[in-house]
């Protein structure tokens, strides 16, 4: 309100109408209550953006640590497969001899 009222005398001041003034005032100030983000609200969403870089961080390192055990069991795996294999193709040149 303080600075509605201050954009209207400054108008008024350099001799705009007073309906012109008081609509100029009344839409600026409405404008920078919607428009405009106070130190606050910049504030806000540095606090709010900071709790969710912190959250997504979290969660990265949750799956880090979940890729890294499944490629644990993939390395196993492999290592069993390729060992049955060799068993396998063993078995059966021994067989052929």
Do not use: C, Q, W
């Amino acid at each position: 309100m303080k600075t509605e009222l201050a954009l209207y005398r400054a108008l008024i001041a350099i001799n705009i109408p007073d309906s012109k003034a008081h609509a100029f005032a009344e839409a600026m100030e409405t404008d920078m209550r919607t428009l405009l983000a106070t130190k606050y609200d910049v504030n806000k969403i540095h606090h709010d953006l900071m709790a969710e870089n912190s959250r997504l961080r979290s969660e990265i390192d949750r799956a880090r640590i979940e890729i890294s055990h499944v490629a644990e069991k993939l390395t196993v795996r492999t290592g069993v497969m390729i060992l049955v294999a060799v068993a396998a193709i063993i078995g059966t040149m021994n067989l052929i001899n």
